[in-house]
């Protein structure tokens, strides 16, 4: 079927709207119409090629829509149905068995190889083949091309024009907090990043009932934000010592947790630095491949842990509808974090993201085919 898509020609080219053609679904694959597309910090830095995705490619993994087609095979949903699309998996392997498919050890090649799993890709052009596939769909263009395995079934009543970023950059916040670190009720976290990502950490950490929540970032605007979405503490930190700021908010201590979304080396050094005896640091940027840090090897001895998360340690299926639900319910307003734009503006909503005007741009898809 003919689609328009945002291509990335280019290493940090602008996104170019294209009319591009899409494979019919194949066996265990499902078509879906978008309604709305999240723009995430992952789609710039492969535009940017920190990641090793093939181009000419279309980006974009934060998409939700309508079931418009599904291939053979395909039991999970029918055309029609409401969902939201989000990393894929191979369903496989010893990670996947487990439960754990944000560590599928097909990761890579089920996200960011550009192609399906015989090498092929869905997008087509008169001058050849576009990369597709990326994050199991490809969701900056009117159509995506899912697998059965990456899409996510919602309630009909829910608002698919605010739910693409639940996906992926939400889903990774908050099941930062929710899944990954369970903290107990009353105990204490800090959030350094107050981006899309760390405030849906902290909106998490107010639903797991923490009661000391500090988020740090370098602009006010956010550390207001994050104040009125739940944060009991905000540190801006240009004014200087965070680490030792941190120590005085918890009485010399420093935190039970604490969340690493900024991808900087000094800031996992201080999120590492400012845990108790027994604290566990969260480490969520996503870093350029290679990226290295120095940690205190005596502070760590004490109990101290650093853990990487991706996605949120989120299992979609059961993650994404019960995120719905706490936003339904007042307690997850995921949508202060959102503008939205028309398709056609995608790369005002990526210059509002890149300069901080817009924490979290969503593409909406109005009428256009
Ligand atoms: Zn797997
Ligand atoms: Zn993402």
């Known amino acids: 079927?003919?689609?328009?898509?945002?291509?990335?020609?280019?290493?940090?080219?602008?996104?170019?709207?294209?009319?591009?053609?899409?494979?019919?679904?194949?066996?265990?694959?499902?078509?879906?119409?978008?309604?709305?597309?999240?723009?995430?910090?992952?789609?710039?830095?492969?535009?940017?090629?920190?990641?090793?995705?093939?181009?000419?490619?279309?980006?974009?993994?934060?998409?939700?829509?309508?079931?418009?087609?599904?291939?053979?095979?395909?039991?999970?949903?029918?055309?029609?149905?409401?969902?939201?699309?989000?990393?894929?998996?191979?369903?496989?392997?010893?990670?996947?068995?487990?439960?754990?498919?944000?560590?599928?050890?097909?990761?890579?090649?089920?996200?960011?190889?550009?192609?399906?799993?015989?090498?092929?890709?869905?997008?087509?052009?008169?001058?050849?083949?576009?990369?597709?596939?990326?994050?199991?769909?490809?969701?900056?263009?009117?159509?995506?091309?899912?697998?059965?395995?990456?899409?996510?079934?919602?309630?009909?009543?829910?608002?698919?024009?605010?739910?693409?970023?639940?996906?992926?950059?939400i889903q990774t916040g908050a099941g930062g907090v929710l899944n990954s670190l369970k903290p107990p009720a009353g105990s204490s976290i800090a959030v350094f990043g107050a981006g899309s990502v760390g405030i849906s950490a902290v909106m998490a950490a107010v639903v797991a009932g923490c009661t000391t929540i500090v988020a740090i970032d370098l602009n006010d605007q956010r550390l207001e934000l994050a104040e009125q979405l739940g944060a009991t503490h905000v540190i801006n930190a240009a004014a200087g010592d965070t680490v030792q700021r941190l120590r005085d908010l918890t009485g010399g201590l420093g935190l039970d947790y604490t969340v690493e979304t900024t991808a900087v080396p000094a800031v996992l050094r201080h999120a590492a630095d400012a845990l108790n005896q027994g604290g566990t640091c969260g480490l969520i940027g996503a870093a350029a491949l290679g990226t290295e840090v120095s940690l205190d090897m005596s502070s760590l001895l004490f109990g101290r842990s650093v853990r990487g998360i991706v996605e949120g340690d989120s299992v979609p299926r059961l993650f994404i509808p019960k995120l719905v639900d706490l936003h339904r319910q007042g307690r997850f307003p995921f949508d202060k974090l959102i503008k939205t734009y028309a398709f056609e503006d995608i790369n005002q909503a990526v210059e509002d993201s890149e300069k901080g005007i817009t924490l979290k741009p969503v593409l909406t898809f109005g009428a256009r085919r």
């Open 1 to 169: 079927m003919r689609i328009t898509a945002a291509l990335t020609e280019t290493k940090g080219a602008p996104f170019a709207l294209t009319p591009l053609e899409l494979d019919d679904p194949r066996p265990g694959e499902v078509v879906v119409r978008m309604v709305s597309s999240g723009v995430c910090h992952t789609d710039l830095i492969v535009r940017d090629q920190w990641y090793p995705v093939p181009l000419p490619a279309v980006l974009g993994h934060e998409g939700a829509g309508v079931v418009e087609a599904v291939g053979d095979g395909v039991t999970y949903v029918a055309p029609g149905d409401h969902v939201v699309l989000t990393f894929n998996s191979c369903g496989a392997c010893r990670m996947c068995d487990q439960g754990r498919p944000a560590y599928c050890d097909q990761f890579f090649a089920c996200n960011f190889a550009g192609s399906r799993a015989d090498g092929s890709t869905p997008l087509h052009r008169e001058s050849g083949g576009v990369h597709g596939v990326f994050f199991g769909q490809s969701a900056f263009a009117t159509y995506a091309l899912a697998t059965e395995r990456n899409v996510v079934k919602v309630d009909q009543d829910a608002p698919l024009e605010l739910l693409g970023p639940l996906g992926c950059g």
